[in-house]
T-cell receptor, first 115, second 112 residues
């Protein structure tokens, strides 16, 4: 079974600075998807960024980018120019390409933005 | 367009009562998922629907939990004889292409 680990329960960053959230995963599959979701206090999970394992290029979405290290099974999220609206719980998630369609989530990292 | 909606937003129930939680997926989305988010267990998968059938029910924690989907659209998660450990936020998500799952705002269930 696949597992996802986020080792940082809480992180904080000054507004306009850069922060990196860590995620590692364990799988025997060679092809899969990885995601970062954001959950603000409203509870609604919002997709931040996704990465296909077969792609070597790291995904980017505006201020959000990932560092995908397939051999190390590492998938970190970098948020540049942090904004107050970035404050939320961030979850790393894994999904198989074949078979099970469910998302396997990490424990989450609570990100605080200091003004 | 409209996103995934869930009702009720909050539900307080007494131990031993049955509850029904509803999910309205995005129109046209064929896949629907239920997850549970609790302090002790984090985010857990419960069940997955493709159309009206459920090829993966592996996450349902006990036979007190059941779910159905009708017309390839609305889904209902039913918890019978609720227990305090059932207290959690129940999240529903839907997907068109098995790629991105869109989540609803969740139902917070409190069992007293």
């Amino acid at each position: 079974a696949q597992t996802v680990t986020q080792s940082q329960p809480e992180m904080s960053v000054q507004e306009a600075e850069t922060v990196t959230l860590s995620c590692t995963y364990d799988t025997s599959e060679s092809d899969y998807y990885l995601f970062w979701y954001k959950q603000p206090p409203s509870r609604q999970m919002i997709l931040v960024i996704r990465q296909e394992a077969y792609k070597q290029q790291n995904a980017t979405e505006n201020r959000f980018s990932v560092n995908f290290q397939k051999a190390a099974k590492s998938f970190s999220l970098k948020i540049s120019d942090s904004q107050l609206g970035d404050a939320a719980m961030y979850f790393c998630a894994y999904r198989s390409v074949q078979g099970a369609q469910k998302l396997v989530f990490g424990q989450g990292t609570r990100l605080t933005i200091n003004p | 367009g409209a996103g995934v909606s869930q009702s009720p937003s909050n539900k307080v129930t007494e131990k031993g009562k049955d509850v029904e939680l509803r999910c309205d997926p995005i129109s046209g989305h064929t896949a629907l998922y239920w997850y549970r988010q609790s302090l002790g267990q984090g985010l857990e998968f419960l069940i997955y629907f493709q159309g009206n059938s459920a090829p993966d029910k592996s996450g349902l924690p006990s036979d007190r939990f059941s779910a159905e989907r009708t017309g390839g659209s609305v889904s209902t998660l039913t918890i019978q004889r609720t227990q305090q450990e059932d207290s959690a936020v129940y999240l529903c998500a839907s997907s068109l292409d098995f790629y991105e799952q869109y989540f609803g705002p969740g139902t917070r269930l409190t069992v007293t």
